[in-house]
């Protein structure tokens, strides 16, 4: 994916120099700037109102020590990050991710395609992300609840909701979002919609935690038609066994396709007759277990050490909902190689760029993440509205939303990329869709 533009090469050298040590922003930085070369050579205006210079360097960033002591007493400390991306079009917006891998640079890379996501939702969001590398795996109820404490007890000073409404991600479900609320809402004093992902019986919207994985496979189906196939007797592979993961089996399975494997951080399981969908949610939200639990329940099933093995596994379609870089050039080529006609991302940027280009040079349906995975954060979105007018919809009345809002950003992924000369690249036409409105926004906003 080379960029002949001089300007977006310049620029991309410059921003590589200052963010040396952030390979995952770099590699989001590249993708976009290679889909926005037709944009610049069209819009001298945004390049002479420095729209770039800025849209690459964060409105803000904050670090801070996070202090907690666990059940023996002893005391620990994390660091904690907030990036406040860019608030052109609302608010900054977007999740906390809570994972031993985390640091400034991949929270850096979040927020960056955060801006573009929230862009293309079309509702009004601006782009922001945070987290720790504090891992919650094996910790007690307690002790999440001091991390959290401690973490909002320094990020409440940055974040309101006029302002930036964090949300979940990655090791942030609903027990972690209630535990920050709480502590908030105690230390400012006053009830506001300021996270998403509440529970329910405090402000949280129905259907905000199929959100993602459901919204997911309603971008996926919109691609599927438009290029004359279905969901409708597919196998289906998903990594991962979040709420993402979960809700896109789920979804892509009412749809009629069948899902043969999912994973967690330590392997996958491949059950040829199908994953039994109960037994992962008992595994997963009730007891918050390992995936090799699933044996117990099937075991016929098959459990293989390691993730990158399940994308060995023959499919139609790809649903990567774990985690960054999860499909290198490799796996894409064995997908590719074993009939893969689909990918479709529920994760953030789980496709290395060698893993595009095998996608695109092979000609499968590539449904990126900034796209594809939109439905969670527009469900933040719809939660926000519920919360400012002080009333619930209904789980039907939210879904339909969402799927509005998942046909609608096909169709601008769509349009775009034929608008722009590159019909069926949708990441192009996400890309250049979600940049355009940030862009002319920025530019009407003057120089800040
Ligand atoms: P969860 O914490 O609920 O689940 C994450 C899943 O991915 C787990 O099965 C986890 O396994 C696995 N995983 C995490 N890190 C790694 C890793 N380094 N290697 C292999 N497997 C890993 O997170 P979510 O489902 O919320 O998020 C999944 C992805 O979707 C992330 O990229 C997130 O940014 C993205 N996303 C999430 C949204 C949401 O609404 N939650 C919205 C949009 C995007 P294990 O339990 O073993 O760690």
């Known amino acids: 994916m080379a960029i002949k533009n001089a300007y977006l090469n310049d ?40 729209v770039l210079e800025r849209i690459v360097e964060p409105e803000r960033q904050i670090m801070f020590r996070v202090p907690w002591t666990d059940d023996n007493g002893k005391v620990h400390v994390n660091r904690g990050f907030r990036v406040q991306f ?48 504090f891992d919650p795996k094996g910790k007690s109820d307690n002790e999440i609840m001091n991390f959290c404490q401690s ?28 535990f920050m609320f709480g502590q908030y809402k105690r230390i400012r004093n006053e009830w506001v919609g300021v996270l998403t992902g509440k529970g329910l019986t405090y402000g949280g919207s129905l259907a905000r935690k199929e959100a993602t994985g459901f919204g997911l496979c309603y971008f996926t189906n919109e691609m599927l038609l438009a290029n004359g196939t279905s969901f409708e007797g597919k196998t289906v592979l998903v990594s991962g066994s979040g709420n ?9 399975t009412s749809y009629g396709a069948k899902v043969v494997a999912m994973s967690d951080s330590n392997g996958y399981i491949y059950d040829k007759n199908g994953i039994d969908l109960k037994a992962i949610k008992q595994i997963k939200e009730v007891e918050r277990k390992r995936i090799t639990e699933y044996l117990k ?85 719809l939660e926000m509205s519920q919360n400012s007018m002080r009333l619930s919809w209904t789980f039907e009345e939210v879904d339909e939303k969402l799927h509005g809002i998942m ?42």
């Open 151 to 178: 973490f909002m007890t320094e990020l409440c000073k940055y974040i309101g909701a006029d302002c930036d409404v964090p949300a979940g991600d990655i090791g942030t479900g609903a027990r972690e979002v209630g």
């Open 86 to 133: 860019n608030s052109a079009i609302g608010p900054y917006k977007g999740g906390i991710r809570l994972h031993p891998s985390v640091n400034l640079g991949i929270i850096k890379f979040l927020g960056f395609e955060q801006v573009f996501k929230n862009s293309l939702t079309t509702l009004p969001m601006g782009g922001g992300k945070g987290g720790s590398d």
């Open 297 to 381: 329940y099937h075991p016929e099933a098959e459990y293989h050490e390691g993730c990158k093995g399940i994308w060995t596994i023959p499919c139609d379609i790809a649903l990567p909902c774990a985690t960054q870089n999860e499909i290198d050039g490799e796996s894409a080529k064995i997908l590719v190689k074993n009939g893969c006609k689909v990918v479709s991302e529920g994760a953030n940027m789980p496709s290395t760029p060698e893993a595009i280009e095998t996608y695109l040079a092979n000609g499968l349906l590539y449904g990126p993440a900034k796209a594809a995975n939109a439905g969670g954060v527009a469900t933040s979105g």
């Open 407 to 448: 046909r609608s950003i096909f169709k601008a992924c769509d349009d775009y990329s034929k608008e722009y000369g590159m019909p069926g690249n949708y990441m192009a036409g996400a890309n250049i869709a979600g940049f355009l409105k940030v862009a002319d926004a920025m530019k009407a906003q003057g120089n800040v």
């Open 244 to 252: 993402v993961a979960i809700y896109a089996c789920e979804k892509a």
């Open 11 to 50: 620029l991309l050298e410059r921003t590589k120099k200052r963010n040396a040590n952030e390979p995952e922003f770099i590699q989001a930085v590249t993708e976009v700037f290679t889909s926005l070369e037709p944009v610049i050579e069209k819009r001298q205006d945004l390049v002479d109102a420095g």
